[in-house]
T-cell receptor, first 115, second 113 residues
């Protein structure tokens, strides 16, 4: 069974600073990997996804993530954080086989941005 | 276009009661998913429909939980004999093909007293 670990429950950065949110997954085959963002009172919004190909993927709002098979990681990065990026971020892995749509989420990382 | 909608947005019920939660997916999306998000946790998969049939219901915690999608569009998650531990936000998502990007609704916050 697949699993996702987000080691950091809460991260605080200053506006304009760079950001890296960590994600480690466990899955036997080539994973489908996702990052979602959840703002208070909002639904989950997809930031980016990795299915295959280039291991550096670009997403919305200036985010990017790099798939590293050797480290079983899919870390999310942003070079300069804006106050509006404050939210909770979830990494997820998608199953293959007959359950492509069954996403397994990490427990999330809450991002606080200081002015 | 319209996104995924869920009703009600909030539901308060008493222990032992029956509740129904509704999800309206994006028009034309054939796959529909239910997740449950407890406080401080990530969403947890419950069930996924491809068309009218449940393709994977391995996440349903017990037989008090049941979901239907009779016409391949709207889905209803049904919880019998609710328990306080069922309190959570229930999320619905839909996608155009089963491995395609999932679009999430705002969720139904269920509180069992």
């Amino acid at each position: 069974a697949q699993s996702v670990t987000q080691p950091d429950i809460h991260i605080t950065v200053s506006e304009g600073a760079s950001l890296e949110l960590r994600c480690n997954y466990s899955y036997g085959a080539t994973p489908y990997l996702f990052w979602y963002v959840q703002s208070p009172g909002q639904g989950l919004q997809l930031l980016l996804k990795y299915f295959s190909g280039d291991t550096l993927v670009q997403g919305i709002k200036g985010f990017e993530a790099e798939f590293k098979r050797s480290q079983s990681s899919f870390n999310l990065r942003k070079p300069s954080v804006h106050w509006s990026d404050a939210a909770e971020y979830f990494c997820a892995v998608g199953a293959g086989g007959t359950s492509y749509g069954k996403l397994t989420f990490g427990q999330g990382t809450i991002l606080t941005v200081h002015p | 276009g319209a996104g995924v909608s869920q009703t009600p947005s909030n539901k308060v019920t008493e222990k032992g009661k029956y509740v129904e939660l509704r999800c309206d997916p994006i028009s034309g999306h054939t796959a529909l998913y239910w997740y449950r998000q407890s406080l401080g946790q990530g969403p947890e998969f419950l069930i996924y429909f491809q068309g009218t049939g449940a393709a994977d219901d391995s996440g349903l915690p017990n037989d008090r939980f049941f979901a239907v999608r009779p016409e391949g569009s709207v889905s209803t998650l049904k919880i019998q004999r609710t328990e306080r531990g069922d309190s959570a936000v229930y999320l619905c998502a839909s996608s155009s093909i089963r491995w395609e990007t999932q679009y999430f609704g705002p969720g139904t916050r269920l509180l069992v007293l």
